[in-house]
């Protein structure tokens, strides 16, 4: 699966070797996609990996070439603020749905502030925007997640390849118009199986009524940022409708079946570390 999901890539790139615009989401999020990068790169694409100069969990890959820029915090301050926000998130009560519903208010706020930063860093830094101008890229691989390859992406006017494993707000279903029936497709967060009771269902259509509020909070303050950069009124939601193929790592071993848009593609989980190879095993008979 993994070299077929190259392949794709590269096609969508170009029949030739191509130029691709790499910004990957910070933690899990990039060891599911630095497989994928490092092997876009060693098979002769020039790929180009923009990231903040302090992170989690980003750094340098093999075969890419890697751009940083300025953000206004550093690392302790980072770890510091992840630390209490995951004591906060870890600390909430999920055993009934109101409280669910105040846990879930409770991330996207630290979602929102985190991804504010982000973005007004790199849009901002006049320089580094110029550089990626001049590169000329044929394509951007982004992980909606945080929502500044998007904006790029859109600014850059780049075809937009999402690799992700779902979005707070269940933006990936609005923005590419996918069906996801609250009568049968439990909510991200809402904790229910495909079985539901009636009283279930009733709470996973209130969940489905609240998904584009909650993506109003979350994305309220890049919002204005993606209409300043990009001179017109605009949403992330509305960018995100552009994008040309989404990469789910996702597979229906693990998640409710549910319909699917032709430019999805599933690719599982992809989300582990290169695995080691098995000791030999030596089996003994009495």
């Not at 497989?35 to 876009?40: A, C, D, F, G, R």
């Not at 982000?118 to 000329?136: H, I, K, V």
């Not at 006017?157 to 996801?180: K, R, T, V």
């Amino acid at each position: 699966m993994f070299s077929g999901l190259v392949l794709s890539l590269c096609l969508v790139v170009s029949c030739r070797a191509g130029k691709l615009l790499v910004i990957p989401a910070d933690g899990s999020h990039w060891k599911g996609m630095k497989p994928l990068v490092e092997e876009l790169g060693r098979r002769g694409n020039q790929v180009v990996v923009v990231i903040p100069e302090v992170s989690g969990s980003l750094g340098p890959s093999e075969h890419t070439i890697t751009l940083t820029y300025p953000v206004p915090y550093t690392r302790t301050q980072l770890q510091t603020i992840q630390r209490a926000n995951l004591d906060t998130i870890m600390a909430s009560d999920t055993s009934n749905d109101i409280s669910r519903m105040w846990s879930y208010y409770q991330t996207l706020t630290v979602l929102r502030n985190y991804t504010r930063n982000n973005c007004d860093s790199l849009l901002s830094n006049q320089d580094m925007m110029q550089t990626l101008r001049e590169q000329r890229f044929d394509a951007i691989l982004t992980d909606p997640f945080e929502p500044l390859g998007v904006i790029v992406g859109a600014l850059l006017s780049l075809p937009a390849i999402y690799i992700h494993n779902g979005l707070p707000c269940g933006m990936d279903f609005e923005a590419s118009q996918c069906p996801s029936p609250p009568s049968y497709t439990p909510g991200r967060f809402t904790h229910f199986t495909d079985h539901m009771t009636l009283r279930q269902r009733s709470v996973n259509f209130l969940w489905a009524l609240l998904r584009p509020l909650a993506c109003r909070y979350l994305y309220s303050d890049v919002n204005v940022i993606a209409s300043e950069i990009l001179g017109r009124e605009t949403t992330i939601p509305e960018l995100m409708k552009k994008a040309s193929l989404w990469l789910e790592r996702n597979d229906f071993t693990f998640e409710f079946p549910r319909p699917l848009m032709p430019n999805m593609v599933m690719i599982g989980g992809m989300n582990f570390e290169e695995p080691n190879e098995l000791p030999e095993v030596f089996l003994f008979r009495e």
